[in-house]
């Protein structure tokens, strides 16, 4: 830990106009909280501004007041408006000066883009005295840390493109911040489907109220449950093993049963359950309309598992891609169990998959019964072992909440497919 | 306009600890700025504290001496940490009584569900004396705006969930708000494709300096250009006449020839061309993995003009179900124009189309070659006057980047097939 200082609480601000009228969505200040969160930093407030050095000097210097450490974000880009470092350099009483180093990055960042390097590009290379600098792998701003010795405070400044501020947080703020915390943290997230939040609240409420290091807390989000698992030591190793064990004995519990992965998703955890075992998949989709099959191709390297799909939106395509019989499609409908095990037997036997999953479902606004309501999905699976369906009635949240979690059950499904085949 | 009140100025103040730990996206702040911007009126700055009521007490304080309003969401649930209501009742020297008619909602909300009410929930109708409640039509905790009419400041308590948020936004909030502004805003997006937002800009530079009711501002987004169109005036009916006027000046510009609507998406506009001319499409995937069909698929009522597609990875369902020949593969390739041609011609024929969309190309990480590069796609389109391929290479930034990139472009190539048949 560096000499003298402790950063024990952080505030975020967001530096830029556009956000402020609503035109982006703010995702830097949920990606930076979730890294100060991980080290255990302390957040009470966080704030956005607009490209005005007199209101951004003014919340600055009030959040100077309260917290150990503010992480900015925007407003280091080449043009006239872009005034973050030049306002943090005059609050902090620094002179800028041109940084070598960063200035032969970006001559060769423009170099290697055949593109004229302007006068304003060049003032991205300026950089507050006495500045630790973080090099920007994928932009042209540098990031830095302003350090205040005698005060104990830091003012860091990041690029506001999330593809550039993502990795100068993984890779150079995170471990610049470690300096300055007194213990690392770890987390880890298990990954449950098919268990709501309240039931995995109250089954793991006892390992929860008891455990201190690690922590456990539960988070729900799109039809999903994690437990997130955060441990606090000396070094990422024993956190790591402090979090491993954890996660064994929530395995342990009832909601084992419903644990499909570990920082993973239900996408990445099919693709590598298929790998593992060999096994090909492919899918028929009638009211996701392709989303099963774009979520799992989302994953790199998908194309070793996944041969191909079929979206049958028409009862033509179930009968001539598919080999849905007419009978079936004219005795129970194309919303039917029944249609749901052809159309995945048909799509195993066009694709020469191991594994065939379909989908057919009323997702809304429209085309909803009393008897077939809109929500209603039925997912067939058809495997090694026989063919089965299973009948779904999501919450008539809206077709896109309808589609998400039809796509999420058959993603869950085809998992538990292939750890039986 | 209300007697004696203006808002001039508003500030957002969003509650709610699972922000500030980065566990969810401040989506909000975005959706409520919007609005505001659209109204005129003027956003320096927002905020977000935890469910913590002696910070949310001093955050709320201070805005209040900035701004006319302040509009907060979250912390309107009926959990002991939910405490918004209460701060700032208390803040303002207001007492909390029971409203009746949002209890009546609520227990009707309650009995239509067959969920025994707690007195949690009864919390949740309770209301500052004096204020104007706006209903929760998509959840328990109504709305409410507390006035102060000494000091001429509002604060408005819009309930967290966005699904909640959004239409108590647009059908309560924005027809109260407009009581005390004194113009109305109105605006509408120009949708541009194939042209970037510098050459954009060049083009209407002119308008955009000269114009200033209606002004003109462009945006840049995943691949798109929109002009954004707003004007100021007595009333709506007012306004977008103005603005009607200036979309149809720039029509006539070069810019013309790249607008594929207004207020729209491309999908959206896609499907409605294809209503309009009574075609049916279909689409064959290979690197985008149904990403185009799921997109096609996002919009209600797009099954009167979809039928079907096929996800087609590998090269044998390339053969088998859409009648890729296996010359043209073993000569071409599978990314190649002439592989993209027979694929939409094969997915036109089998779906029994008039139009058929094909891509086929690298979507990275892996699989790139010197001569094939990451970011490289085919598009192949097939309609009534014959079939071809458009060559795209798309800025290998990321698999996400280019399948989003090529998925734009196949809607875009799509509805100039229909434009022309």
Known sequence: MKQGYRVKSAEILCVGTEILIGDIINTNAAYISTRLAEMGINQYHQEVVGDNPDRLRYYL?????RADCIIMSGGLGPTYDDLTKETVADLMGRELHMHERSLQRLESYFAGRKIKMTDNNRKQA???????VFDNDCG??????????????????LPGPPRELHPMMDNAVIPYLSQFTESVFFSRNINIFGMGESTV????????????NPTVAPYAKDSEVRLRVTAKGSDKEACASL?????????QTEVGACIYGVDTSLEEALVARLKEKGLK???????????????ITDVRGSSAVFDGGVISYANEVKQQLLGVSAHTLETYGAVSEQTAMEMAEGVKKRMNADIGIALTGIAGPDGGS???????????????????????????NGRDYIRV???????????????RA
């Open 370 to 396: 009393e008897e077939k309501p809109v929500g209603l999905v039925y997912i067939g699976v058809s495997g090694k072992a026989g063919t089965f369906a299973k009948e779904l009635r999501i919450r008539n």
């Open 243 to 251: 979090c491993d064990e954890m996660i064994e004995r929530i395995r």
């Open 405 to 419: 979690s039809a796509t999420k059950n058959a993603l869950h499904a085809a998992i538990c497919e292939a750890e």
């Open 61 to 65: 210097k009030n959040a100077l007041d």
């Open 201 to 212: 609240a109250s089954i793991v409420d006892d390992i929860m109220q008891t455990s201190e």
């Open 140 to 157: 042209t701003a540098p990031g830095m840390a302003v350090e205040d010795e005698e005060r104990g405070k830091i003012v860091i400044l």
């Open 281 to 295: 998949i492919a899918v028929a989709e009638s009211c996701t309309g392709g989303m099963v099959s774009k979520t």
């Open 126 to 132: 300026m950089i507050p005295d006495g500045s630790v």
